[in-house]
């Protein structure tokens, strides 16, 4: 069964740093592509970032390119989110994302980022 | 990318069908037939219910048929349940491995 189980959200202050991660299970997780998607408070999902099975390419939506890096340590089966100069809009959940072809086939649970003084 | 517009609700009643629209660009929706929506409960993890436009994964009811039209995709759901009653979400692919989704629509089963 896949599991992915995404920790490392609270609460950070506006400039702040955090980085996610997203521990997966029961599928080979060198071999997939994986991304993170998240949904602000009252707003729909939207894609953030993206990175190949070998986790030499990686993609990165616009609204966070600059500050937020994606990565895996595919000896831990996790891949992570590194996010820093946070800001109120990056207040959402986090979700991490199992990329099946060019759709998005299992997901986490999400870990909320709360991003406030 | 701007997100693709959706309603923000529908409803039906038990055993009727409803369809929720997905509108975007030729840059996404009208550009590739990689089409998903998902399907949302509160607090769960989302689940896909349809993708490359009409496809369904194994698990999911016949029931939910997905279609597209140049720029506008759609989601049917005949037959409604109550365990259909959820957030629903498209999504495309926009190109060089970048993804735009919906604003989401609420589903009310009366």
């Known amino acids: 069964e896949v599991q992915l189980l995404e920790s490392g959200g609270g609460l950070v202050q506006p400039g702040g740093s955090l980085r996610l991660s997203c521990a997966a299970s029961g599928f080979t997780f060198s071999s997939n592509a994986m991304s993170w998607v998240r949904q602000a408070p009252g707003k729909g999902l939207a894609w953030v970032s993206s990175?190949?099975?070998?986790?030499?390419?990686?993609y990165i939506a616009d609204s966070v390119k600059g500050r937020f890096t994606i990565s895996r340590d595919n000896s831990k089966n996790t891949l992570y989110l590194q996010m820093n100069s946070l800001s109120a809009e990056d207040t959402a959940v986090y979700y991490c994302?199992?990329?099946?072809?060019?759709?998005?086939?299992?997901w986490g649970q999400g870990t909320l980022v709360t991003v406030s003084s | 990318q701007s997100a693709l517009t959706q309603p923000r609700s529908v409803s039906g009643s038990p055993g009727q069908s409803v369809t929720i629209s997905c509108t975007g660009t030729s840059s996404d929706v009208g550009g590739y037939n990689y089409v998903s929506w998902f399907q949302h409960h509160p607090v769960k993890a989302p689940k896909l219910m349809i993708y490359?436009?009409?496809k369904r994964p194994s698990g999911v009811p016949d029931r939910f048929s997905g279609s597209k039209s140049g720029n506008t995709a759609s989601l049917t759901i005949s037959g409604l349940q109550a365990e259909d009653e959820a957030d629903y979400y498209c999504?495309?692919?926009?190109?060089?491995?970048?993804?735009?989704f919906g604003g989401g629509t609420k589903l009310t089963v009366l």
């Open positions: 990175i190949n099975g070998g986790g030499d390419d990686t």
């Open positions: 999504c495309s692919y926009a190109g060089s491995y970048t993804w735009v």
């Open positions: 490359d436009v009409t």
């Open positions: 994302a199992k990329r099946w072809g060019k759709t998005f086939d299992y």
